[in-house]
């Protein structure tokens, strides 16, 4: 896998952090609005996707966002989801999980992000031994459905992940042997560990939501990051957006950042993962793109 230090400073990088269902088609309208208003982020020679983003990055390497946002705008309107819960609690298996506040419990319990990765790839495990044991199959069907393909792009596409047994990070690319659905299924996993083969790999987001210090090396980095930057790690801890972009610019990388705007926000709701958000989120993100087209446009060409 080619490693920041090896890459050309000519690069230009896209990293799509996570955000859920609404975060997912937010970055899916900013691409399109950038796009349609003529910058083609999506033309990056290293695109880094993490959990949602990881979602994008695979959508957006085999098709335009333009078609991904009319998919995502001409798809009947879902019934408004309740509280986030686990992608893997269904009638008749273990009841479901808030793992919002389980993972927040162990957060706050952690004494560094290797230490709070372990502790929860630990827990995740022991929800695994409880469950019917068909999840990992059910979610990579899920996965599959929303890729326009299953093969990795010949140019540098980075999926995160954390491998739930040891509490490391992994970083899948084409080289890894790990096909493209089961590397973005793993970056979604959200509550539950993703199997692949004898592996466990937990969501992407748990070393970072952005993920952005993949990137470095490249000469200019877009992120985007339907979070806002924020993150559930203290900020000593140095994994939020803002450390990350310093991070970067120390080494000679210039970076520009796209939040979410007040239209964003309000699209997204107070639930991230409720599909019923997708089209607004959509919607907002396009017009926000559009909107940061000009002032991006010298510093993406």
Same mark, same amino acid.
């Given at each position: ?57 695979? &959508? ?39 793992? &919002? ?9 952690? &004494? ?175 017009? &926000? ?13």
């Amino acid at each position: 896998m080619t490693t920041g230090a090896e890459r050309d400073p000519s690069e230009r990088a896209l990293v799509l952090g996570g955000g859920g269902s609404a975060g997912n088609a937010w970055l899916i309208g900013v691409l399109a609005g950038l796009a349609d208003a003529g910058v083609p982020a999506t033309e990056a020679d290293v695109v880094v996707g993490t959990s949602a983003g990881a979602t994008a990055a695979a &959508q957006v390497c085999g098709t335009s966002a333009t078609r991904l946002l009319a998919g995502i705008l001409d798809a009947p309107a879902p019934s408004r989801a309740g509280p986030a819960r686990s992608a893997g609690g269904s009638a008749g298996t273990a009841p479901p999980v808030d793992h &919002q506040e389980r993972t927040g419990r162990i957060i706050a319990a952690a &004494q560094d992000p290797a230490d709070m990765r372990r502790r929860l790839g630990a827990a995740a495990l022991e929800l695994e031994a409880g469950s019917a044991g068909s999840w990992s199959a059910r979610w990579r069907a899920t996965v599959a459905a929303r890729l326009p393909g299953e093969s990795w792009p010949d140019r540098t596409l980075l999926v995160t992940a954390v491998d739930a047994r040891t509490g490391e990070p992994v970083v899948f690319d084409r080289h890894c042997g790990v096909d493209l659905v089961d590397a973005v299924a793993a970056s979604t996993s959200s509550g539950l560990p993703y199997a692949i083969g004898d592996g466990r790999y937990l969501d992407g987001g748990y070393r970072c939501n952005e993920n952005a210090d993949l990137a470095t090396g490249s000469g200019r980095v877009l992120v985007l990051s339907p979070l806002g930057g924020r993150t559930r790690h203290p900020l000593e801890w140095g994994t939020d957006l803002a450390a990350q972009v310093e991070g970067l610019r120390a080494r000679g990388s210039r970076v520009e950042t796209v939040l979410p705007d007040a239209d964003s926000l309000a699209a997204f709701g107070t639930n991230l993962m409720d599909p019923s958000t997708r089209a607004p989120a959509a919607r907002a993100g396009y017009e &926000q793109g559009r909107s940061r087209a000009e002032l991006l446009s010298a510093f993406w060409r």
